[in-house]
């Protein structure tokens, strides 16, 4: 899994590559947790690159995702690839994300 | 190790350490391309294996010793059975139902506890038995 981080305007971009599994969830997590300490309330997580995610992923997104809602943040993602959309859709995350398909449309959703 | 048996099948055997999971991503991409498995089903294949093996190196074992999990691969005509099997303490993941709520708001989305949910949305057949000190659990997916 490679993780780059970019700032764009009033939020920060993660693009997520690879694979996220039980091996390297904690890199992840650990990332996020140092965005948000940092100040940052605005996260995208940009997952056209993303090929994989299992549990140990879904519970690293659910962690920032009810810290940042906590905090008055907001976090989004778009660009899911098929096999991580269906696993959205079975752990119900689907209904609880952010989720849109082009990262366009996905940074209307910030504050400038 | 991976050996290749004949008859279609794959086994692998592993240590309790999550570092070994990248070899049973090797075997199911060797696997898949030997038997032709779409990248959905390869995808679905590295899930549940790893949402297993994940829960045993996590939760099976009280002491801190090495322990061996083997995981087996057998393609049939229309399906793929996995066996997997370890010597940790008895767990039937049948009877877990882990109160995942996958219709909770966030604010009351628990976090964990998803693995062997979304293992079971994936696979057609479960079947697990405890015999002698390991548990064998055995996963039908249908192709």
Redesign the interface.
């Known amino acids: 899994m490679e993780i780059v981080t970019k700032k764009d305007n009033s939020f920060t971009v993660f693009e997520i590559k690879g694979r996220l599994d039980t091996t390297n969830y904690l890199d992840l997590e650990k990332e996020f947790t140092r965005q948000i300490d940092n100040g940052d309330r605005q996260i995208l997580v940009d997952c056209d690159r993303l090929d994989y995610v299992s549990s140990s992923g879904l519970r690293v997104f659910l962690i920032a995702l009810k810290e940042l809602k906590k905090l008055g943040g907001k976090f989004v993602m778009c660009n899911l690839q098929n096999s991580i959309q269906e696993i959205f859709e079975i752990s119900g995350f689907i209904s609880i994300f952010d989720v849109y398909q082009t990262k366009d449309e996905a940074r209307k959703v910030f504050n400038n | 190790m991976i050996r290749q048996k004949p008859n279609n099948k794959y086994s692998l055997t592993i240590k309790n350490q999550?570092?070994e999971?990248?070899k049973i991503?090797e075997v199911i991409d060797v696997l898949s391309a030997d038997w032709n498995i779409s990248?959905?089903m390869n995808?679905h294949l590295?899930?549940v294996v790893?949402?297993i093996v994940?829960n045993i190196?996590f939760y099976a074992y009280s002491d801190k010793n090495e322990h061996e999990i083997i995981i087996e691969f057998a393609k049939q005509k229309n399906s793929i059975t996995i066996q997997i099997t370890d010597n940790g303490k008895h767990f039937d993941l049948i009877k877990y139902h882990g109160n995942?709520?996958?219709?909770?708001?966030?604010?009351d989305?628990k976090?964990?506890g998803?693995?062997i949910?979304?293992l079971k949305?994936?696979v057609d057949e479960i079947e697990y038995k405890r015999m002698g000190n390991l548990n064998v659990i055995k996963l039908v997916k249908c192709i």
């Open positions: 999550l570092s999971i990248k991503v990248a959905k995808n590295n899930l790893e949402e994940s190196i995942v709520n996958v219709n909770a708001k966030v604010e989305r976090i964990g998803l693995g949910h979304i949305k994936l």
